[in-house]
């Protein structure tokens, strides 16, 4: 105790407190997490500024600069401020600690940790203008950057494997691209981009690529399904390798409106340390409509269904940042998955044409199909990757065109199925062959597959190897034949299809494996 | 409010600028014209701006001082005379200051010297 009044009284004796000018402003309106100020006339868009309210220092934005006034939003819950309270600028713009700690926790849109787990970085950080003296163990990184230019990027050359068949064979997605998933509610977009987290350590393993980092942003989802996600995450021990950033529906417009954007301040930091990262934004369309609420509260003009006219730049800015840098800026990638829900398989709705012209390709998903039980729900004929192919490797490459090619056709002749039996053998094959690449294709969530996997299950149904297996014994069958090669063809099949790796020999090794296993399930 | 304060304050200053003699005759429509507008309720804000501009346009500025504890009249008096008589001073009592005084001038600059400022210093 005595040592505790020392220690006060020596810092009463060295307090120095100079009385001078300071450049304040005063709240005269506030409501709804926006605050209206008065006076700060230099103060710059972007900028964080501190609201002294009477239970502590409360931070906000300067969001609107007006000729008489700032319209800002508040960072938080609001409820302390009330009109009169000072408010000072801080120089600042809204930035972010980021680092590799970040990696395994869940914290919010302005960094503050979420799991419990303590503190993120050994000093004080974060954006708060309290927070800069003596930080250390993270890099600012502002929230709202400039993307990398032209000739700071290079084209997309390395693939990141969802870990989803149809996916990977049909629409490849490259190491910093952007590919939209796409499609009404309950069809499957976060498992997507969930097993696409998972798949991240396998693929790493063995093949040669480098491990990427993920970073998951929950924009307006329930708190009990970002839990969810996380624990699934930690069962699978992805965690390790993941951020969240999570902005649940409880939490206010303002932070939903901020987290993709920290969500990708993180993602550019392992990107310029020449790291491969992947951000999956779910979901854009909760996150136009936070940017609404905050833009109608702040009274500027509305535009059709009431977005702002700034709608597609807010996406275009934010989705323009995901890149694949070149040699000499360190080769670092930042892949981005960003979810759109639409209502009632409406895609011609604002914001997911949006989405669709801004992103480099979309993954369609199908209430529909969902239904009748192909899952993932993907429409392959309505689904498109732009840049990915050239990020294909060479294995999955030899297996896919065939497969796409095989699928196109069955689609036009699927609306014959039900007059089957009046076709001729040639249609009827190929319907029965599209019929059993369906089957092949689907996947349950949470168990994304390795490449070679994908390679060897999609190459034996492409060359006949499944025709006499009944429909319903494929999924069995092709289980069993993947455990069979994992165990008995390690060397010869399985580590070069993973490195990407294609030849004669590989394809014979293959084709030999799935005959003696098909020999071997004969006797049995 | 049907207009906002701003060009209320403005079209008033503006009018009684331009037309000095009919002074009177302004001041009762204006606040008829406030009053049929249905904007009574802003009347406080429109008359801050009008003192603001005035202010301003005399070459004065706009002072708020306010003081932890009440002060005499005497008091008062000589605090304001500090100032310039071009300039408007209000004196207003914050208890919660615990002591001193804080002077905001054109509500953009400020003089912090209470005691609760310090107590927050120290502790933050």
């Not at chain 1, 993954?363 to 199909?369: F, H, V």
């Not at chain 1, 390795?450 to 390679?455: D, G, K, Q, S």
């Not at chain 1, 429909?471 to 069979?484: A, H, M, P, R, S």
């Not at chain 2, 207003?92 to 054109?106: Q, T, W």
């Amino acid at each position: 105790m005595k040592e505790i009044i020392e220690k006060l009284k020596r810092d009463i004796v060295g307090f120095e407190d100079k009385a001078e000018f300071a450049e304040i402003g005063i709240v005269t309106e506030v409501g709804d997490g926006i605050a209206k100020i008065s006076g700060l006339r230099n103060a710059l868009s972007q900028e964080i500024l501190s609201v002294e309210t009477a239970s502590g220092v409360l931070p906000a934005v300067a969001f609107n600069l007006e000729e008489n006034s700032i319209g800002a939003i508040i960072l938080g819950e609001a409820h302390g401020v009330s009109v009169g309270n000072r408010v000072k600028k801080s120089g600042k713009i809204l930035s972010l600690k980021t680092g590799d700690e970040l990696l395994g926790r869940v914290i919010d849109p302005l960094g503050e940790p979420q799991d419990g787990k303590g503190v993120i970085f050994s000093a004080k950080g974060g954006f708060l203008p309290t927070g800069q003296a003596g930080a250390s163990g993270g890099k600012d990184y502002p929230l709202e950057r400039k993307a990398p230019s032209v000739l700071d990027r290079e084209s997309v050359s390395a693939p990141v494997h969802t870990g989803i068949k149809s996916i990977d064979a049909m629409i490849p997605i490259g190491r910093g691209q952007r590919e939209l998933i796409i499609g009404d509610r309950q069809t499957g977009k976060t498992a997507i981009a969930l097993d696409t987290i998972l798949n991240q350590k396998q693929d790493a393993l063995g093949s040669g690529r480098k491990q990427v980092i993920c970073i998951y942003v929950a924009v307006g989802q329930k708190n009990s399904k970002i839990a969810k996600i996380v624990r699934m995450l930690e069962e699978n021990e992805a965690i390790k390798y993941t951020v969240v950033v999570s902005a649940p529906a409880s939490s206010p417009a303002s932070l939903q409106f901020l987290a993709p954007f920290a969500g990708c301040a993180i993602g550019e930091y392992f990107m310029d340390s020449g790291r491969d990262a992947l951000i999956v934004y779910d979901d854009l369309s909760k996150h136009a409509d936070s940017y609404r609420q905050l833009s109608l509260l702040l009274r500027r003009p509305p535009g059709r269904e009431a977005y702002p006219g700034d709608i597609f730049y807010l996406h275009a800015r934010l989705l323009e940042r995901a890149a694949k840098l070149s040699k000499t800026n360190g080769g670092g990638s930042l892949t981005a998955l960003p979810i759109i829900e639409t209502k009632l398989g409406d895609v011609s709705a604002y914001i997911p044409t949006n989405v669709i012209s801004i992103t480099d390709g979309q993954i369609y998903l199908e209430s529909n199909l969902f239904y009748q039980g192909v899952r993932p729900a993907i429409n392959a004929g309505l689904s498109v990757s732009r840049v990915g192919s050239a990020a294909q490797t060479k294995a999955m490459k030899k297996v896919s065109g065939k497969l796409r090619l095989e699928l196109a056709q069955f689609r036009e002749l699927q609306a014959f199925v039900q007059f089957a039996s009046d076709l001729d053998e040639n249609t009827r094959n190929q319907i029965k062959r599209g019929e059993l690449l369906t089957e092949v294709l689907k996947q349950s969530d949470g168990e994304p597959a390795a490449v070679a996997m994908e390679v060897a299950s999609i190459f034996a149904a492409i060359n006949g190897f499944l025709d006499d297996i009944p429909k319903k014994d494929i999924k069995t069958f092709d289980k069993e034949f993947l455990e069979f090669i994992s165990k008995m063809h390690q060397t010869d099949i399985i580590e070069p299809l993973s490195k990407g790796e294609w030849n004669e020999k590989t394809e014979e090794n293959l084709r030999s494996a799935i005959q003696s296993f098909k020999n071997m399930k004969k006797i049995s | 409010m049907k207009y906002p304060a701003e060009a209320y304050a403005r079209a008033f200053t503006e009018s009684v600028t331009a037309h000095p003699s009919k002074k009177d005759h302004l001041i009762k429509n204006f606040l008829l014209a406030v009053k049929k507008n249905g904007d009574w309720t802003g009347i406080g804000k429109i008359f801050a701006l009008i003192t603001e501009k005035a202010t301003h346009d005399s070459g004065g500025q706009m002072i708020s001082a306010e003081f932890a504890r009440p002060l005499s009249e005497k008091m008062i008096a000589d605090f304001k005379k500090q100032f310039s008589p071009k300039d408007c001073v209000e004196v207003s009592i914050k208890p919660e200051l615990v002591a001193g005084i804080r002077v905001l001038i054109d509500g953009e600059k400020e003089l912090d010297m209470t005691l609760a400022k310090k107590i927050n210093k120290l502790l933050f």
